[in-house]
């Protein structure tokens, strides 16, 4: 195709060869509508669709996001409350949401089936261009907000998907942090408010201005569709012009982003964040200075930006992030640089702190970027941040994301503002002016001219206050209470009436007919039999060596595991120490930020941690592992094995200053991830009430937390029975006689790997320990752990092995049908929580999970009568077929070479064979309405062991109190 082409109403304006994805970029107009199209042709089968509309919001109702949600919830073709539910429990996608973005809106869905491809699109663009959502007020009620009342006597709430959403992802203070942020430099502009909505004000969003958000932004005008992989391009074109483009004309929209305007002088604001009403409030404060940094059209600054957060912010030896560390300004910190907008942002944050610290926080932040600007950039720490950065573009590993879709995300950083959409997927131009900036003083310049010269800077400091969530919770009942008080009876009586009709709405299923509209693929369509997962097992000086050999890229993965059951069990929270600190110290050959920037030179990363392995089958079964995992070009395996030898056997844990600050960082880290990890940790926790290898990782949660705070309680006393024990350790962990090896690389470079490993063997301990028993009291418990959540993660569990029942293929089916038909229904649409998980694993545990959920004890009603649900399922062929085609979907997800690996290996650990797999999946193709039914008993048995672990807000817990054993702050 030539440029100037005309072709089913597009016209191609450019066409160009871009070798860093090995692509041809094809960029068309349609002539009548003005939709924009950007085609990013090669051979990937796993391809990707998107259209995105620029949704600058004007207020923090979180309109555009709530409109999101909404055009999912029925469409013209696809009259049914929820397509977008229906295409996920029987479609092949490799990926299906939308999200929602400061200034943009965007609908991406992926598959490596054609005739799913083609499915999921036109479900999408039915959605966007003709929703529901405009004509049926039930979809705003449901998914933004609405007023709920059971009854005339009953008080007024609020209630709604996004809503509830709004009020967990608001809870962590980082996120509160990085919108106050935003409030405070773009006071003019779309990106001072909070495009996801404040929970605050989303009430004031009606369905007039909602509907208007469609009207004015949802036009194929202001469209950016994106199409990519290895698909005919002109049969996408024909379509797409005949069923949707061509019955539009070009109109002008009026989403253009304004620029805010320069500050002269930096500004102040405070503001402060809920924490729990029993929390003390000392050293939680959190203090940021903030710039507005150029244009992310600016390719070039933006790719040495990121290069320069990272080296002076993000890395052990980074300069900016250590000078702040000494001056004891807080306890960790942490850095933003925001370049998915017009105008992108960079932050340096110090948190855990106090407020009068403001002024050292500013001097030093201003002191160490003039050193650094003046005497320059230490350059062997900016190799090192370079290095990485190019390691990561090279591997472009995004795991499970399919990489079009990260294409799709990264085009927008130009498109969306007009520059070329392909420009952001070019990097090696780019890449070399940042090695060659090393030699101009590049970097340098860059902070002249962004951070120490640039004014439109603001200083923004986030106090916890512990009466804010109460006082929040008492103004909004009162508005509440105000708002009834003021209505009349034939008012109240009205909404009654339409909650009523919301929650029968809700609870009527969709018509056979309406469902019939989603196309699915048909069983014919999926493979029967199991991919292969390939490991040959070599040998290497008596070592076991697991190798996966995949095409990588030219790179090697290196997992080292070794068998950590040697370690007595009362020395297991220094084992998770261990695993937290090696890495990070200084060795005999080097200080700490040097390891680091030998890391970075030499590596992609080494991570260090410890893993708990159960056998299929096995509840009681637990294999201990420390795990070292390290990336490496395969050239530089040798320099990678024999840091890793350092690092392993050289370590040094006498540094009491850095052993300090590291253990501050790691507890800070984990009060700041609390939110964001509460459903694993419930998870964690109700699988240690059952097995053992839950209580091995369970231990290296909270109990590992106080165990941080009470070492740095009384730290020189602690520092040297670490030290003691350590040395203890050491050996019993770091020996060859331990040791299993799992590698992934390109079975013609296996070669390279040898010589080295044997040296790093070499430097092993080779004295033989007995391995430990470890023993926990494992029992039923019902805990409730508290905090200033607005929402709850409830999890209830137990393990069907103990019970008597046996693993098999109908429970993956039976989860899928959880979680996106009943528990669906119960808990997200009726419930508004965010949505609920569950999860069958080999060993025999069973757990159901909320998250961001506004309930408990009514989550655990909805829990408990699952069984009920199960017994009376009852589902037609197509439905039945629809679940186990939404379940293979996940069992095949494409892999990277990197995951291929990790997933071997982690079947060789957990004992799972080829064997294994083809049965679950036959037993998943198999799966009958009888089969489902089948589980009831097994269901109803886990239930009954009334085993729960609730993470939410103090009141809502002990509101709940009669449920538990026992409650107790989650910190
Ligand atoms: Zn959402």
């Given at each position: 195709?030539?440029?100037?082409?005309?072709?089913?109403?597009?016209?191609?304006?450019?066409?160009?060869?871009?070798?860093?994805?090995?692509?041809?970029?094809?960029?068309?107009?349609?002539?009548?509508?003005?939709?924009?199209?950007?085609?990013?042709?090669?051979?990937?089968?796993?391809?990707?669709?998107?259209?995105?509309?620029?949704?600058?919001?004007?207020?923090?109702?979180?309109?555009?996001?709530?409109?999101?949600?909404?055009?999912?919830?029925?469409?013209?073709?696809?009259?049914?409350?929820?397509?977008?539910?229906?295409?996920?429990?029987?479609?092949?996608?490799?990926?299906?949401?939308?999200?929602?973005?400061?200034?943009?809106?965007?609908?991406?869905?992926?598959?490596?089936?054609?005739?799913?491809?083609?499915?999921?699109?036109?479900?999408?663009?039915?959605?966007?261009?003709?929703?529901?959502?405009?004509?049926?007020?039930?979809?705003?009620?449901?998914?933004?907000?609405?007023?709920?009342?059971?009854?005339?006597?009953?008080?007024?709430?609020?209630?709604?998907?996004?809503?509830?959403?709004?009020?967990?992802?608001?809870?962590?203070?980082?996120?509160?942090?990085?919108?106050?942020?935003?409030?405070?430099?773009?006071?003019?502009?779309?990106?001072?408010?909070?495009?996801?909505?404040?929970?605050?004000?989303?009430?004031?969003?009606?369905?007039?201005?909602?509907?208007?958000?469609?009207?004015?932004?949802?036009?194929?005008?202001?469209?950016?569709?994106?199409?990519?992989?290895?698909?005919?391009?002109?049969?996408?074109?024909?379509?797409?012009?005949?069923?949707?483009?061509?019955?539009?004309?070009?109109?002008?929209?009026?989403?253009?982003?304004?620029?805010?305007?320069?500050?002269?002088?930096?500004?102040?604001?405070?503001?402060?964040?809920?924490?729990?009403?029993?929390?003390?409030?000392?050293?939680?404060?959190?203090?940021?200075?903030?710039?507005?940094?150029?244009?992310?059209?600016?390719?070039?600054?933006?790719?040495?930006?990121?290069?320069?957060?990272?080296?002076?912010?993000?890395?052990?030896?980074?300069?900016?992030?250590?000078?702040?560390?000494?001056?004891?300004?807080?306890?960790?910190?942490?850095?933003?640089?925001?370049?998915?907008?017009?105008?992108?942002?960079?932050?340096?944050?110090?948190?855990?702190?106090?407020?009068?610290?403001?002024?050292?926080?500013?001097?030093?932040?201003?002191?160490?970027?003039?050193?650094?600007?003046?005497?320059?950039?230490?350059?062997?720490?900016?190799?090192?941040?370079?290095?990485?950065?190019?390691?990561?573009?090279?591997?472009?590993?995004?795991?499970?994301?399919?990489?079009?879709?990260?294409?799709?995300?990264?085009?927008?950083?130009?498109?969306?503002?007009?520059?070329?959409?392909?420009?952001?997927?070019?990097?090696?131009?780019?890449?070399?002016?940042?090695?060659?900036?090393?030699?101009?003083?590049?970097?340098?310049?860059?902070?002249?001219?962004?951070?120490?010269?640039?004014?439109?800077?603001?200083?923004?400091?986030?106090?916890?206050?512990?009466?804010?969530?109460?006082?929040?919770?008492?103004?909004?009942?009162?508005?509440?209470?105000?708002?009834?008080?003021?209505?009349?009876?034939?008012?109240?009586?009205?909404?009654?009436?339409?909650?009523?009709?919301?929650?029968?709405?809700?609870?009527?299923?969709?018509?056979?007919?309406?469902?019939?509209?989603?196309?699915?693929?048909?069983?014919?369509?999926?493979?029967?039999?199991?991919?292969?997962?390939?490991?040959?097992?070599?040998?290497?000086?008596?070592?076991?060596?697991?190798?996966?050999?995949?095409?990588?890229?030219?790179?090697?993965?290196?997992?080292?595991?070794?068998?950590?059951?040697?370690?007595?069990?009362?020395?297991?929270?220094?084992?998770?120490?261990?695993?937290?600190?090696?890495?990070?110290?200084?060795?005999?050959?080097?200080?700490?930020?040097?390891?680091?920037?030998?890391?970075?030179?030499?590596?992609?990363?080494?991570?260090?941690?410890?893993?708990?392995?159960?056998?299929?089958?096995?509840?009681?079964?637990?294999?201990?592992?420390?795990?070292?995992?390290?990336?490496?070009?395969?050239?530089?395996?040798?320099?990678?094995?024999?840091?890793?030898?350092?690092?392993?056997?050289?370590?040094?844990?006498?540094?009491?200053?850095?052993?300090?600050?590291?253990?501050?960082?790691?507890?800070?880290?984990?009060?700041?991830?609390?939110?964001?990890?509460?459903?694993?940790?419930?998870?964690?926790?109700?699988?240690?009430?059952?097995?053992?290898?839950?209580?091995?990782?369970?231990?290296?949660?909270?109990?590992?937390?106080?165990?941080?705070?009470?070492?740095?309680?009384?730290?020189?006393?602690?520092?040297?029975?670490?030290?003691?024990?350590?040395?203890?350790?050491?050996?019993?962990?770091?020996?060859?006689?331990?040791?299993?090896?799992?590698?992934?690389?390109?079975?013609?470079?296996?070669?390279?790997?040898?010589?080295?490993?044997?040296?790093?063997?070499?430097?092993?301990?080779?004295?033989?320990?007995?391995?430990?028993?470890?023993?926990?009291?494992?029992?039923?418990?019902?805990?409730?752990?508290?905090?200033?959540?607005?929402?709850?993660?409830?999890?209830?569990?137990?393990?069907?092995?103990?019970?008597?029942?046996?693993?098999?293929?109908?429970?993956?089916?039976?989860?899928?049908?959880?979680?996106?038909?009943?528990?669906?229904?119960?808990?997200?649409?009726?419930?508004?929580?965010?949505?609920?998980?569950?999860?069958?694993?080999?060993?025999?545990?069973?757990?159901?999970?909320?998250?961001?959920?506004?309930?408990?004890?009514?989550?655990?009603?909805?829990?408990?009568?699952?069984?009920?649900?199960?017994?009376?399922?009852?589902?037609?062929?197509?439905?039945?077929?629809?679940?186990?085609?939404?379940?293979?979907?996940?069992?095949?997800?494409?892999?990277?070479?990197?995951?291929?690996?990790?997933?071997?290996?982690?079947?060789?650990?957990?004992?799972?064979?080829?064997?294994?797999?083809?049965?679950?999946?036959?037993?998943?193709?198999?799966?009958?309405?009888?089969?489902?039914?089948?589980?009831?008993?097994?269901?109803?048995?886990?239930?009954?062991?009334?085993?729960?672990?609730?993470?939410?807000?103090?009141?809502?817990?002990?509101a709940a109190r009669g449920v538990f054993d026992m409650v107790k702050p989650a910190l």
């Open positions: 195709m030539d440029i100037h082409t005309k072709v089913h109403g597009f016209t191609l304006q450019r066409k160009t060869f871009i070798r860093e994805t090995d692509s041809t970029a094809y960029l068309f107009t349609h002539e009548k509508s003005g939709a924009r199209l950007f085609f990013l042709e090669n051979d990937d089968d796993n391809k990707v669709f998107s259209i995105a509309f620029r949704t600058p919001p004007i207020d923090d109702t979180g309109v555009a996001h709530i409109v999101e949600h909404s055009v999912l919830c029925g469409s013209r073709k696809y009259p049914l409350k929820e397509p977008f539910v229906e295409l996920v429990k029987g479609s092949l996608n490799t990926f299906l949401n939308a999200m929602t973005y400061p200034d943009k809106t965007m609908y991406p869905v992926a598959s490596r089936n054609d005739k799913d491809f083609q499915n999921l699109m036109d479900v999408y663009l039915d959605a966007v261009f003709y929703p529901n959502m405009k004509r049926d007020p039930h979809i705003l009620m449901q998914e933004g907000w609405h007023y709920e009342i059971g009854n005339a006597d009953s008080p007024l709430t609020y209630s709604g998907v996004v809503y509830n959403e709004m009020k967990g992802a608001l809870s962590s203070p980082d996120d509160i942090l990085e919108s106050r942020i935003m409030t405070s430099l773009y006071p003019d502009t779309t990106y001072g408010y909070e495009s996801g909505g404040d929970p605050e004000a989303i009430p004031n969003l009606t369905q007039a201005m909602f509907a208007s958000f469609h009207d004015r932004y949802y036009h194929p005008s202001n469209s950016y569709i994106y199409l990519y992989g290895d698909l005919d391009i002109e049969e996408k074109l024909a379509y797409l012009d005949a069923e949707y483009l061509s019955h539009f004309d070009r109109i002008p929209v009026p989403s253009h982003i304004k620029e805010q305007k320069p500050f002269a002088v930096m500004k102040r604001s405070r503001s402060s964040y809920p924490i729990g009403a029993e929390e003390s409030v000392r050293e939680k404060t959190f203090l940021s200075m903030n710039w507005i940094v150029g244009k992310s059209l600016d390719l070039k600054d933006m790719m040495g930006l990121e290069i320069l957060e990272h080296a002076i912010l993000r890395t052990q030896a980074a300069p900016l992030r250590k000078a702040l560390l000494r001056a004891k300004i807080g306890k960790d910190v942490d850095s933003i640089f925001e370049n998915d907008i017009l105008q992108p942002f960079f932050s340096i944050i110090v948190n855990n702190t106090e407020e009068n610290c403001v002024d050292a926080f500013c001097e030093t932040v201003e002191k160490t970027l003039a050193t650094l600007a003046e005497k320059g950039l230490d350059r062997t720490l900016m190799k090192a941040s370079i290095n990485l950065f190019e390691f990561r573009l090279r591997e472009a590993d995004f795991g499970s994301a399919p990489r079009g879709l990260v294409y799709a995300i990264r085009v927008m950083k130009s498109w969306l503002y007009d520059g070329d959409p392909e420009a952001p997927l070019y990097y090696e131009d780019a890449l070399q002016q940042m090695k060659d900036g090393l030699e101009t003083g590049y970097f340098e310049e860059l902070i002249r001219r962004y951070l120490l010269d640039n004014t439109h800077r603001t200083l923004v400091v986030l106090r916890p206050d512990a009466e804010l969530a109460v006082r929040r919770e008492a103004r909004q009942a009162e508005i509440l209470a105000n708002k009834k008080a003021a209505m009349s009876k034939a008012e109240i009586a009205a909404y009654v009436e339409e909650t009523r009709a919301l929650k029968t709405r809700q609870q009527t299923p969709d018509s056979e007919e309406a469902l019939n509209t989603i196309p699915i693929l048909s069983l014919k369509d999926i493979r029967r039999k199991a991919y292969d997962l390939p490991l040959e097992e070599r040998e290497i000086d008596t070592v076991k060596v697991l190798l996966s050999n995949v095409e990588t890229n030219g790179i090697a993965y290196v997992n080292l595991f070794f068998d950590a059951q040697t370690v007595p069990q009362d020395k297991l929270l220094y084992l998770y120490l261990l695993s937290d600190l090696i890495g990070s110290v200084d060795t005999e050959v080097r200080g700490y930020a040097d390891v680091a920037n030998q890391q970075n030179l030499v590596t992609g990363g080494i991570r260090f941690d410890l893993a708990g392995f159960s056998r299929k089958g096995k509840p009681d079964s637990l294999a201990p592992k420390f795990c070292v995992r390290m990336k490496v070009l395969t050239k530089k395996l040798s320099d990678g094995l024999a840091l890793v030898e350092e690092l392993l056997t050289k370590s040094r844990f006498t540094d009491e200053k850095r052993i300090r600050e590291r253990i501050e960082q790691e507890a800070t880290s984990i009060e700041l991830s609390l939110q964001r990890s509460a459903n694993q940790i419930i998870a964690t926790r109700i699988s240690s009430y059952f097995t053992r290898v839950g209580a091995y990782s369970s231990t290296g949660e909270l109990p590992f937390y106080h165990f941080l705070k009470d070492f740095q309680a009384n730290f020189a006393e602690n520092h040297a029975k670490m030290q003691r024990i350590f040395a203890e350790l050491l050996p019993l962990v770091f020996n060859r006689n331990n040791l299993l090896v799992g590698l992934t690389i390109d079975g013609k470079d296996y070669g390279a790997f040898e010589a080295p490993f044997e040296k790093l063997l070499s430097a092993l301990s080779e004295e033989k320990f007995p391995a430990q028993m470890y023993t926990w009291d494992l029992a039923a418990k019902s805990e409730g752990l508290t905090s200033s959540s607005r929402v709850q993660y409830v999890g209830k569990g137990a393990n069907f092995i103990r019970l008597g029942y046996e693993y098999s293929g109908s429970m993956l089916v039976l989860s899928t049908l959880l979680r996106y038909d009943y528990f669906w229904t119960k808990i997200r649409v009726q419930g508004g929580a965010y949505g609920a998980f569950t999860n069958f694993n080999r060993n025999g545990m069973l757990f159901f999970g909320s998250y961001r959920d506004p309930h408990l004890t009514q989550t655990i009603d909805v829990f408990n009568a699952t069984g009920d649900y199960v017994r009376r399922f009852d589902a037609t062929k197509r439905e039945m077929d629809k679940f186990i085609i939404g379940t293979m979907s996940s069992l095949d997800a494409p892999m990277t070479p990197k995951m291929k690996g990790e997933t071997a290996m982690g079947c060789y650990l957990h004992g799972v064979t080829f064997d294994d797999r083809q049965k679950t999946r036959d037993e998943v193709l198999a799966t009958r309405q009888e089969d489902i039914r089948a589980l009831a008993p097994l269901v109803d048995s886990c239930m009954q062991e009334n085993a729960l672990c609730v993470f939410g807000g103090e009141e809502k817990i002990h």
